[in-house]
């Protein structure tokens, strides 16, 4: 396999995981739904946060954190994963 089709693959798997993350993030904001994400902090240190989407752009989102009570700022390339809340999720089972 040559550098330039493997560079291609490996493009083609950011895409659609950056994809699968603007769609999670867009419902956020429409539905009002909880994420959870685990972030990489400035600090170097793993944060896992609950928040709810209020903005998105190409480099950050902006949420409210339920973990910190308060509107927060996530650089987009520090967040390493991304699903919605699991309570959230199972909230009308009964």
Excluded: W
């Amino acid at each position: 396999m040559n550098k330039e089709l493997t560079f291609g693959y490996n493009e083609i798997i950011i895409k659609k995981g950056v994809i699968q993350m603007d769609g999670l993030l867009i419902r956020s904001i429409e539905e009002h739904i909880p994420l959870e994400i685990i972030y990489l902090a400035d600090s170097q240190e793993f944060s896992q946060r609950k928040l709810i989407v209020k903005e998105v752009n190409d480099d950050y989102i902006r949420a409210f954190c339920l973990t910190r009570k308060q509107i927060r700022t996530f650089i987009r390339e520090n967040i390493l994963s991304i699903m919605p809340e699991f309570h959230y999720k199972n909230r009308f089972l009964h």
